[in-house]
């Protein structure tokens, strides 16, 4: 049966456009019921003794959540007790346009096949599609949708009731007008917090409902603490008008009370509003955005000096301005003193669930307590629990409800627990999921994409590729290491030449453009480094094996070949696809032995001295045009064999192999940068580094002024130079120290769309273009470069996405998030593995 859907659309010019679709209404729409005999379906995901222990429903039932509460209580219909849940095409296309985090979650549920959740198409069934009627809000008519496939859910289950000892559907709804049209057409229906607390021995669950507006209201004081935030269409306009600004808000993580708002301009121009006091902070949390209002020029302050932590016992809600704001009130010299404002309103909430720890309440039986999050830029959050006693001691995820503006503090709800406070496996999930990190197991659809073993390269793939088994092609890395990107040759020609190769693993082999294999490795955009642990950004069977260029096995590559004269000049470039033998994996101290033996002649040993020769020129030459050569001391942990724990540090010896291996990586990275380019001016994907603005340098000056040491930072050229020579006598260090300080004076390396942005210049390394080709087990980035190069030299076939250039470009923002995050969450890592060895 064909229907259609007309409605009009304004176009850019301003005219409107008549759009008409046809809607297709179908009869072999199946129910999904294993109790059901009249549908014609291979397959059921919906029980026949779908029973869940309930004083309000003891006979065996399904659930229907309507769109509210999937957007608000998804956090419930994760837990496993939560079972034969049916989800309306209606539902999951209103939280599809409301909620991507929480479709992407409903989604992952409905995949659960122990969830037995069935998606319903009701929008395309005979008997459930409904037309919006003359006057109906979109809202209206989607609910009333809703109530119309209970409906027939309800009627078309009860002609096998004799057989399901009365199985029926129950609506469950938190919206009241919606729940009382439901009980007038006779459906079974409940409030979601109604049949929850209705279950039977699940106490816990009811600590994870979120909090309705009611229950907001009942925590919360008479008293208004805060101004009311603006509605949005004032905010839109006092943006327009230049009365607010619209900004991130950025919460300090040393001072409770104060926090910045980072307006962006025109182009690389951007403010920075101080905020300070309660009041002004106005109920926004860290990474919001906001929409604020400059105070008049007299009332500008400093950035306070005070350290000011949210601790102790809970705060009343009906205390003024306290202490801790009049110490923040100091006065400042007019010069000091920053543009500063206060919040009108929250345009975007960033709410996610928060790791941290509960503060028992002091009140004796009391159900309300405070929740400490470990990010300190997060303020304390207040939840209702039962279980306080348990979760004492233990890391726990806490997601906010909301913030009204009667409450010192958020209100929200307990979601699970991590563990013990402490434990090893504890703090690392949490340094994970607070740097949001994504460390899930690989589902099953992206598994599905990969080769079936046992894996062997064809006939058809030597067909299209070189043949380069026989060279001496060898791995430098660390020890320990298994996924093995990158391995490297070289050798004398006839004509006194020399070839070079730097041969890459082919991950692109293995996935394909679109499939779900790409897509994760696209969302989690790198390799997470742990002590002990590493969080794949592809699965095992690629990263450790087939992908990985070990010893003695055939693999495919990707490779970079050059041929050089004896001065380490370029005089030919060419990228093949390849297969090639690797005739050993070695350490940088294994490489670095056979390069010093002068016994070794082997042509593995005459391979590594002749790249080493060639590297040292290639760095050489580099330094003179003004690259950097930054320190920033690495630490290497021993671990325990049996406890897993670390047991001893020591700092990483850098030797020429580690250099010489360097060198090789940027030179491939800049030829396939320049290539890709000169391909594809529009959408290639190159890596950035802006140089610092002056005042970033102030810290390292101030540091070299106290020895009297002078440093230029005009240019990249004139920084490294100066930090040559800068020495002081009887203090061997200084100028390591001075290195490390100039590496935290540094912008972050960014990845971009040549299509996008005109400034390609690497600051760092002196270099005009340059990308990353070279890790494409590890980066996403390099994955997306070897489609690139592929497509140029003829060995692939391109498609819409990687000629796209904003795609292209929203790519790049999500993969420097990914990389900035997982290099905090590493940094942090060994941090916290350091503390307890430097104790010792």
């Not at 129910?31 to 009249?38: F, L, P, Q, R, W």
């Not at 006839?494 to 082999?509: C, F, K, P, S």
């Amino acid at each position: 049966m064909l229907k259609s859907k007309t409605f009009v659309k304004k176009t850019r010019s301003g005219g409107v456009m008549k759009i008409v679709r046809e809607h297709y209404l179908r009869d072999d729409i199946w129910c999904g019921s294993e109790a059901c005999t009249e549908c014609k379906q291979e397959s059921t995901e919906l029980l026949k003794d779908a029973c869940i222990e309930s004083n309000l429903c003891s006979f065996p039932h399904y659930l229907v959540p309507d769109t509210n509460v999937v957007l608000h209580q998804i956090d419930v219909l994760e837990d496993p007790v939560i079972r034969n849940v049916i989800i309306l095409q209606t539902v999951l296309q209103e939280v599809r346009h409301r909620s991507a985090p929480v479709y992407k979650r409903l989604k992952d549920i409905i995949h659960e096949k122990e969830k037995h959740f069935y998606t319903f198409t009701n929008e395309h069934h005979r008997d459930t599609f409904i037309e919006r009627e003359p006057g109906e809000t979109a809202n209206d008519r989607n609910d009333r949708a809703i109530r119309v496939a209970a409906k027939w859910y309800s009627q078309h289950l009860k002609k096998f009731e004799a057989d399901t000892d009365g199985l029926c559907v129950v609506l469950l709804t938190n919206d009241q007008g919606n729940k009382q049209k439901a009980e007038e057409s006779g459906l079974l229906v409940y409030r979601f917090e109604e049949y929850i607390k209705s279950l039977i021995a699940n106490p816990e669950l009811v600590d994870r409902l979120a909090l309705s507006n009611n229950d907001k209201n009942e925590i919360t004081s008479s008293k208004v603490l805060f101004p009311e935030h603006l509605p949005l269409s004032r905010i839109q306009s006092g943006i327009k008008s230049g009365s607010f600004l619209q900004g991130t808000f950025r919460a300090s993580r040393d001072n409770y009370l104060e926090a910045t708002v980072f307006v962006q301009g025109e182009g690389e121009d951007s403010t920075e509003v101080l905020i300070q006091g309660l009041q002004n902070l106005n109920r926004a949390v860290h990474q919001d955005v906001v929409a604020v209002q400059l105070l008049p020029r007299n009332q500008w302050v400093a950035p306070s000096s005070v350290v000011l932590q949210d601790e102790g016992a809970a705060k009343d809600d009906a205390v003024e301005e306290g202490e801790e704001e009049k110490a923040l009130k100091i006065s400042a010299a007019e010069a000091a003193r920053k543009p500063t404002g206060k919040v009108v309103g929250v345009i975007k909430r960033n709410w996610r669930p928060f790791c941290g720890m509960l503060n028992i309440s002091q009140i004796k039986e009391s159900t309300r307590h405070l929740f400490t999050p470990a990010d300190r830029r997060i303020p304390r959050i207040r939840i209702e629990t039962r279980q306080a006693s348990t979760l004492a001691g233990q890391r726990i995820m806490v997601a906010i409800d909301g913030w009204p503006k009667s409450s010192r503090y958020p209100n929200g709800h307990f979601v699970r627990s991590l563990g013990g406070a402490g434990e090893k496996d504890t703090e690392q999930e949490v340094l994970l999921l607070e740097h949001d990190v994504p460390h899930q197991a690989f589902s099953q659809a992206v598994l599905s994409f990969l080769p079936k073993m046992p894996w062997a390269i064809t006939p058809e793939d030597m067909a299209k590729r070189e043949d380069l088994r026989h060279l001496t092609v060898c791995s430098v890395d660390p020890p320990g290491c298994t996924d093995i990107d990158d391995a490297l040759h070289c050798r004398e020609l006839e004509n006194g030449n020399l070839e070079v190769g730097v041969h890459i693993a082919d991950v692109t082999h293995f996935i394909r453009p679109g499939n779900a294999l790409d897509k994760e490795a696209a969302n989690r955009g790198t390799t997470v480094y742990l002590c002990g642990k590493r969080i794949d950004m592809v699965p095992e069977l690629l990263s450790s094996n087939l992908c990985s260029l070990r010893s003695n096995v055939e693999r495919l590559a990707f490779s970079c070949i050059w041929e050089m004269n004896q001065k380490a000049e370029i005089l030919k470039t060419r990228f093949t696809k390849s297969v090639i033998n690797s005739k050993a994996s070695l350490t940088y101290a294994e490489a670095q032995m056979r390069i010093d033996d002068v016994t070794k002649n082997d042509e593995t040993t005459k391979s590594l001295r002749g790249l080493n020769k060639l590297a040292k020129i290639l760095k050489r030459g580099r330094i003179e045009k003004g690259a950097l050569t930054l320190s920033s001391l690495e630490v290497r942990f021993h671990i325990d064999s049996e406890t897993h724990d670390p047991i001893d540090l020591q700092t990483k010896e850098l030797m020429e192999t580690n250099s010489m291996v360097e060198e090789f990586m940027l030179l491939a990275n800049i030829s396939v940068a320049q290539k890709i380019y000169d391909e594809f001016p529009e959408c290639a994907m190159l890596r950035k580094h802006p140089a610092p603005p002056p005042s970033n340098y102030d810290i390292l000056l101030k540091a070299a002024k106290s020895k009297d040491v002078e440093i230029h930072t005009d240019s990249a050229k004139a920084l490294a130079d100066s930090l040559d020579v800068a020495k002081v006598d009887g203090f061997p260090y200084f100028n390591t120290l001075l290195r490390i300080l100039a590496t935290r004076c540094m912008m972050q390396a960014v990845y971009f769309c040549s299509g996008m942005d005109s400034d390609f210049h690497h600051y760092g390394l002196a270099s005009p273009i340059y990308t990353h080709f070279t890790s494409p087990i590890r980066r996403s980035a390099d994955i997306i470069v070897h489609r690139l190069l592929a497509v140029a030299i003829g060995a692939d076939s391109t498609y819409p996405d990687l000629m796209d250039k904003h795609k292209q470009s929203a790519l790049s923002n999500n993969l420097n998030y990914r990389h900035k995050m997982s290099q905090y969450g590493q940094t942090q890592a060994v941090g916290s593995q350091q503390q307890p060895q430097l104790q010792t």
